[in-house]
């Protein structure tokens, strides 16, 4: 029994320290960093110009869903292309496995095509 509790004791440390080692020095940050606030460093910078108009535009989302489409199949090749590479040698499993995530892409293409998440109005 004792055995048993020796090998779970791992993960109660785990448990006590994991919020811990996160908070530990975002807490030690708070306490010594210096705080000398002026109008220069509370100034918005960008690329180094002046900031002409309000800082805080709102953007659409489908922006961020066009970028996130487009990640999604950029990361793609990524897995494609050692497939492609090595596709003389690859066994029956290995190319199932392939054409399974070929088809899954492209099910995920044409169910974004269908929302009109490719449509840039």
């Known amino acids: 029994m004792t055995n048993v509790l020796n090998e779970w004791a791992f993960i109660g440390v785990f448990f006590l320290l994991a919020p811990l080692l996160p908070s530990l020095p975002i807490a030690i940050a708070a306490l010594i960093s210096p705080r000398k606030p002026n109008?220069?460093?509370?100034?918005?910078?960008?690329?180094?110009?002046?900031?002409?108009?309000?800082t805080w535009v709102?953007?659409?989302?489908?922006?961020?869903?066009?970028?996130?489409?487009?990640?999604?199949?950029?990361v793609e090749m990524v897995f494609l292309f050692p497939w492609a590479l090595a596709y003389q040698q690859l066994d029956f499993f290995a190319f199932a496995a392939g054409l399974l995530f070929i088809f899954l892409l492209t099910d995920a293409l044409f169910y974004a095509w269908g929302k009109n998440a490719l449509e840039w109005s």
């Open 39 to 54: 109008a220069i460093k509370q100034a918005t910078y960008e690329c180094g110009l002046e900031t002409v108009g309000d």
């Open 58 to 74: 709102q953007f659409k989302v489908q922006y961020y869903v066009f970028g996130l489409i487009f990640l999604v199949f950029d």
